[in-house]
């Protein structure tokens, strides 16, 4: 029986590497999936990718709460419930020292990495308490349990949702809602060519190199990999975890 066979599941960010890799193996493995993001056009090109019936998109921000009502009432009007949250929308804001940053910027990265998360949750716990139960994950990142020089935004958005998880895992788990983190090291993605391009501006490159030389496994992480964590947290082989942050990081934080 493959590990999520029957399972619906909503994953935000899903126009992005790591949300069309984990849309790829949930569906693999059984469930229907209804993506969101910001960039319905990236929606789209995911789901033609895909090809399959049990996979769709509603595109909009997920800072919004009625976005994330419509997300759960698309999905279970579409596939019958939610059984599936996945919290992996989120962006990088700037390469700046805090006294520089903008004010603006800050609130973006806020309301889209820590507010998004929390809107899910929000929204969609109701639907998995009607389905006895599921599993959320929110994507953190090694910046959730360290720190980084001109990238306090960011560091701070990924420190947010790990106490926001492990609040909720407690809150929910009468209710057999398990609720866990991924954090990944740098995955080989848009957002890294931003972040590279951020530190070192013409040469991105250099500052890959020198991430790599950081990461014991001497790579990147491929968006499959972080997606393969991401199911065995979707799947009943992870049935007693709950509240755990894990690190998919090649090494980077051991």
Avoid: W
Avoid at 52 to 73: C, E, M, P, W, Y
């Amino acid at each position: 029986m493959q590990r999520l066979d029957g399972k619906v599941a909503i994953i935000t960010g899903g126009a992005g590497g790591i949300g069309r890799a984990a849309a790829t193996k949930f569906v693999a493995e059984g469930a229907s999936v209804l993506l969101s993001d910001i960039d319905e056009q990236g929606l789209e090109e995911a789901c033609e990718e895909i090809g399959t019936n049990r996979i769709s998109f509603l595109a909009g921000d997920v800072s919004s709460l009625k976005h994330n009502q419509d997300l759960v009432k698309n999905a279970t009007e579409r596939y019958g419930g939610v059984d599936i949250f996945a919290a992996n929308a989120g962006i990088e804001g700037d390469v700046d020292s805090i006294v520089e940053y903008d004010e603006e910027r800050f609130d973006q990265v806020m309301s889209v990495n820590v507010k998004g998360p929390f809107l899910g949750l929000k929204a969609s716990i109701p639907a998995l308490k009607k389905r006895g139960g599921g599993s959320i994950i929110i994507t953190s990142s090694v910046a959730g349990i360290e720190g980084s020089l001109n990238f306090a935004p960011y560091v701070t958005s990924k420190h947010a949702v790990i106490g926001l998880m492990r609040s909720a895992a407690k809150e929910c788990a009468s209710s057999k809602i398990r609720v866990n983190t991924v954090n990944p090291s740098p995955v080989d993605t848009r957002m890294m060519r931003s972040i590279e391009e951020g530190f070192s501006p013409g040469d991105g490159g250099k500052i890959k190199s020198m991430f790599e030389t950081q990461i014991p496994l001497g790579r990147y992480a491929e968006p499959i990999d972080i997606a393969n964590v991401m199911l065995f947290l979707a799947s009943d082989d992870s049935s007693f975890v709950t509240g755990s942050v894990y690190m998919a990081d090649g090494g980077y934080t051991a």
